[in-house]
């Protein structure tokens, strides 16, 4: 019944290019969709938090509001913030229909962000050098699903401060599965990478808010450390924490430099983290063997 779908796995697996071209078409087409996920997944947020608090009062309130405020991911349609018009599949193709459409909405012309289209260029490219790097394996697979986690949280940070649950939670069992079989590491070093992810942050926030009264970074920011830990182990969590650290005090530096920022302004630290994540992924083995000497 399925004997059609192994010419075509056989020619992902004999011909990289054409592997490393329809991921890139892949990633760019799921860049499209984590787009989405930015904007709303944070809104979803919002509506159950207001819902929770409704259910204090009254259940009859908080079922009435969940009712009228139904959102997801699939529903209502893509509208334009500007006019409410409703975007259509053929305006929603990854870069081209940003190019096509001018940059401006169809029907009132106002300017679509350049995000959109960075989003997705960003996802194809990432997804075209895992392709291009484990080749079609499974290991590209689930390096796949932890790249477009990363990219949402990424943007989530950096719009809200906010990293969920909802994708760091499954990103960190995602990535204890995985190691189950000795994905990226095995399955020792990837439990106590998530302890000691999670934990390292823990004790960084609490240092920091004996010594100033203040909280330096978010619970979310633990729960990504260790998630990253959960895939890599616990033998690059340094490399990962280095790295981020350097990147964020250098963006940091430079905001109160050169666009008037205090040292007080509040800097997300979640997109620094991927980074780390993302380094972890493409060059873990060139990153444990520059200081574990293995």
């Not at 006019?83 to 990854?94: F, K």
Request: include cysteine; charged fraction near 10%.
């Amino acid at each position: 019944m399925f004997d059609f779908l192994m010419p075509l796995s056989d020619l992902l697996g004999a011909e990289p290019t054409f592997f490393v071209t329809l991921s890139v078409i892949f990633g760019l087409v799921v860049g499209s969709f984590l787009n989405v996920v930015i904007h709303r997944l944070p809104k979803m947020m919002e509506c159950e938090w207001h819902a929770n608090c409704l259910e204090l009062q009254s259940k009859e309130a908080a079922t009435e509001y969940k009712t009228q405020a139904k959102y997801s991911l699939i529903t209502p349609r893509s509208v334009c913030p500007s006019c409410g018009h409703q975007i259509s599949a053929l305006e929603n193709i990854p870069i081209l229909s940003y190019l096509i459409l001018g940059r401006k909405c169809k029907a009132c012309k106002a300017p679509i962000g350049i995000r959109y289209p960075l989003v997705e260029a960003l996802t194809g490219a990432l997804i075209g050098t895992v392709a291009y790097q484990y080749g079609y394996t499974h290991s590209a697979l689930f390096a796949c699903v932890f790249v477009f986690a990363l990219i949402a949280l990424t943007f989530i940070d950096l719009d809200t401060q906010l990293l969920p649950d909802d994708i760091t939670f499954p990103l960190l069992w995602l990535g204890l599965l995985f190691n189950l079989n000795g994905g990226f590491t095995d399955l020792q070093s990837a439990v106590l990478g998530a302890i000691f992810g999670y934990l390292t942050l823990w004790s960084v926030y609490w240092l920091f808010k004996l010594v100033t009264g203040k909280e330096g970074m978010g619970y979310g920011d633990f729960k990504l450390l260790a998630a990253i830990g959960a895939w890599f182990g616990w033998q690059l969590l340094p490399a990962v924490i280095l790295l981020s650290s350097v990147v964020g005090a250098i963006v940091g530096i430079g905001m109160i430099m050169f666009k008037g920022k205090t040292a007080g302004t509040a800097i997300p630290f979640g997109p620094f983290l991927a980074l780390g994540g993302i380094a972890a992924l493409f060059f873990g083995q060139q990153l444990a063997s520059f200081y574990l000497g293995s």
